[in-house]
């Protein structure tokens, strides 16, 4: 997208402008009294505020619409842990976004072994930097695989939640889910924080976004935690109905 000074005009604004230029040549070379040429002179200057005012506004009518950017914080399952390049559900998403038409820019700000902590730390110069309209939080599955206090984990969220709203960007949460060998009642209470802090802070959630993945072995790496290349489109098509809302489509589309 380029950028166009604020007084760049289009061709129709020119011919208007031109048009008072040419009165102005014009009177200063006939044979009307001087009088007159002044007052008409002073009419040609008194119109070129406006006529610079309605170029500008055509043009920036027809500057064609800026992309949306969506910036994605996550850990090593949006980082794609264990896979070859371009086969992670982000490149899939980006891909998709192109085929479909969206004018979106994919930012992937994902790190293995992120979690809440990390990621409030980083953000806000990731916000500055990117300046995105969607921010897609995929975070806390390490704070659970390391046991820490549930609602530090909680808070860091809804700080994120808070720091993309307050930069203009519109934030998702994507939950995850600890493996059984944590405790029931671990686990649960991990499970619960995304759709709890969704409903406090009003925005999307994907509560689990492996559902229909973790549940098969075969789809999972030795780990048992990452989801294989096999899987990505899965955990991708877990996503889309939550994020596609909030997609702005470009003027082809």
């Given at each position: 997208?380029?950028?166009?000074?604020?007084?760049?005009?289009?061709?129709?604004?020119?011919?208007?402008?031109?048009?008072?230029?040419a009165i102005s040549a014009y009177l200063s070379t006939s044979v009307l009294s001087s009088t007159i040429r002044r007052l008409f002179s002073l009419l040609v200057l008194l119109m070129l505020?406006?006529?610079?005012?309605?170029?500008?506004?055509?043009?920036?009518?027809?500057?064609?619409?800026?992309?949306?950017?969506?910036?994605?914080?996550?850990?090593?399952?949006?980082?794609?842990?264990?896979?070859?390049?371009?086969?992670?559900?982000?490149?899939?998403?980006?891909?998709?976004?192109?085929?479909?038409?969206?004018?979106?820019?994919?930012?992937?700000?994902?790190?293995?072994?992120?979690?809440?902590?990390?990621?409030?730390?980083?953000?806000?110069?990731?916000?500055?930097?990117?300046?995105?309209?969607?921010?897609?939080?995929?975070?806390?599955?390490?704070?659970?695989?390391?046991?820490?206090?549930?609602?530090?984990?909680?808070?860091?969220?809804?700080?994120?939640?808070?720091?993309?709203?307050?930069?203009?960007?519109?934030?998702?949460?994507?939950?995850?889910?600890?493996?059984?060998?944590?405790?029931?009642?671990?686990?649960?209470?991990?499970?619960?924080?995304?759709?709890?802090?969704?409903?406090?802070?009003?925005?999307?959630?994907?509560?689990?976004?492996?559902?229909?993945?973790?549940?098969?072995?075969?789809?999972?790496?030795?780990?048992?935690?990452?989801?294989?290349?096999?899987?990505?489109?899965?955990?991708?098509?877990?996503?889309?109905?939550?994020?596609?809302?909030?997609?702005?489509?470009?003027?082809?589309?």
């Amino acid at each position: 997208m380029s950028i166009q000074h604020p007084l760049t005009v289009n061709g129709t604004a020119k011919s208007q402008i031109l048009a008072g230029v040419a009165i102005s040549a014009y009177l200063s070379t006939s044979v009307l009294s001087s009088t007159i040429r002044r007052l008409f002179s002073l009419l040609v200057l008194l119109m070129l505020p406006f006529l610079l005012l309605t170029a500008t506004q055509v043009q920036a009518g027809d500057s064609p619409q800026s992309k949306q950017t969506l910036l994605v914080l996550g850990d090593s399952i949006s980082a794609g842990y264990g896979l070859r390049q371009g086969q992670g559900w982000v490149d899939l998403l980006d891909k998709r976004l192109k085929q479909q038409g969206y004018e979106t820019q994919v930012v992937n700000a994902s790190i293995s072994g992120e979690t809440t902590q990390g990621g409030l730390t980083r953000l806000p110069a990731l916000l500055r930097q990117h300046q995105p309209d969607l921010v897609l939080l995929e975070l806390g599955g390490n704070d659970g695989l390391r046991g820490l206090p549930l609602h530090l984990m909680q808070n860091n969220l809804s700080r994120m939640i808070d720091l993309s709203r307050q930069a203009q960007a519109t934030p998702v949460l994507l939950g995850i889910q600890l493996p059984p060998n944590y405790g029931r009642r671990y686990t649960s209470a991990f499970a619960a924080v995304y759709p709890a802090l969704a409903e406090q802070k009003q925005v999307a959630v994907v509560p689990f976004i492996l559902e229909k993945i973790a549940i098969y072995p075969d789809l999972m790496q030795s780990d048992g935690i990452h989801p294989k290349a096999e899987a990505q489109r899965q955990l991708l098509d877990n996503i889309w109905p939550s994020l596609k809302p909030l997609l702005k489509m470009s003027e082809q589309g």
